[in-house]
């Protein structure tokens, strides 16, 4: 079970499944942090396992292959997001708290932490890391289907509701932040981060049937 799992499903984690989401915490953490310092290529299990304090078979227990430990990190924000979701009003309309949501990830302590932005920097311009979070991009629109289906009463397995606006959602913030990322590191502010969301969902809610006006 991931954490994403456990938010939505609302279980009560037990004190070994605790420790079994710190561990695989701490290996993504020191994936993401060495990949910062040496470069993807550069980073082996070895140094991974060594870093988060554990044998390589304790690794292995958690991931296949350092990539996949390394994108798993991108987890963490989906947490929040389904987190901030769930914790919404229900009465309240549907993408109006999906971009509160966005909007309290964004402005959240990863966005404003120099190393977390360096982290994230860094994945996305490894190539061989994108196959992982693409993996890691599918779990977090599950997570979001089914905290939508359960908002709105609709059948994730039987109806494309739930899906469609996890995935759009989804896709929504990730080019967004993707953008962000992108920009020079003098011009990552979070008031800018903050604006291309409300800019994103703006534009979700009036549809894509016809381009803004030229500026």
Do not use: C
């Not at 605790?18 to 915490?25: D, E, G, Q, V």
């Not at 296949?64 to 914790?87: P, Q, Y």
């Not at 109006?96 to 190393?115: N, Q």
């Not at 860094?122 to 997570?143: D, N, S, T």
């Amino acid at each position: 079970m991931t954490v994403v799992s456990a938010v939505v499903e609302g279980e009560a984690i037990g004190r070994r499944e605790r420790k079994k989401l710190a561990t695989r915490a701490a290996l993504s953490g020191a994936a993401l942090r060495l990949s910062v310092e040496h470069g993807v290529d550069r980073v082996t299990v070895e140094q991974i396992a060594d870093e988060a304090d554990v044998a390589v078979r304790t690794f292995f227990n958690y991931f296949s292959n350092k990539e996949e430990a390394i994108a798993a990190g991108d987890l963490a924000t989906t947490v929040s997001l389904v987190e901030a979701f769930t914790g919404l009003p229900a009465d309240e309309p549907l993408l109006d708290s999906l971009r509160e949501a966005a909007l309290l990830v964004v402005t959240g302590d990863a966005y404003r932490d120099r190393d977390r932005v360096e982290e994230m920097r860094a994945i996305r311009r490894a190539p061989a890391l994108l196959p992982h979070l693409l993996a890691a991009y599918a779990e977090q629109e599950r997570a979001l289907s089914a905290a939508v289906a359960s908002r709105t009463g609709t059948d994730a397995e039987k109806e494309l509701f739930p899906d469609l606006v996890a995935a759009t959602a989804m896709a929504g913030l990730r080019v967004v932040v993707q953008r962000w990322l992108a920009a020079p590191a003098d011009e990552l502010d979070g008031t800018r981060l903050a604006e291309l969301v409300e800019a994103t969902f703006a534009q979700l809610a009036e549809g894509l049937a016809t381009p803004p006006p030229r500026r």
